[in-house]
Nanobody, 126 residues
Framework: RVQLLESGGGSVQAGGSLRLSCVAD????MAWFRQAPGKEREGVAS???????NYAASVNGRFTISKDFAKNILYLQMNSLKPEDTAMYYC????????????????????????WGQGTQVTVSS
């Protein structure tokens, strides 16, 4: 199994953009999560092998998840960044060969994903 490896994090000012990348695998569900200091890990966006996407309300319209299915690289384009987006961002997959429907990223969704990267830090200053 490929070890998930994130890249692309950094420090930007509010309103700026960053693009995260993750060398991933061919699992049915792939997602981005984030965890700020003192807070629980939360789902940000997910994509399934059919290209279906799902976003947290807090990032909908600002972030875009995509995947290069030929190379198994997962992306997260983050625009209009806000200080509250500051967190460690993690790539995750469910390890499933197949599935159906959207990939869940709501409360408790961390248990749906079996494989995780080490994370990449995103810091947004005001």
């Amino acid at each position: 199994r490929v070890q998930l490896l994130e890249s692309g994090g950094g420090s930007v000012q509010a309103g700026g953009s960053l693009r995260l990348s993750c060398v991933a695998d061919s699992s049915y569900c792939m997602a981005w999560f984030r965890q700020a200091p003192g807070k629980e890990r939360e789902g940000v966006a997910s994509i399934n092998n059919g290209g279906g996407t799902n976003y947290a309300a807090s990032v909908n319209g600002r972030f875009t998840i995509s995947k290069d299915f030929a190379k198994n690289i997962l992306y997260l384009q983050m625009n209009s960044l806000k200080p509250e987006d500051t967190a460690m961002y993690y790539c995750a997959t469910d390890g499933a060969i197949d599935g159906h429907g959207d990939c869940y990223i709501g409360p408790g969704s961390t248990f749906e994903y079996d494989f995780w990267g080490q994370g990449t830090q995103v810091t947004v200053s005001s």
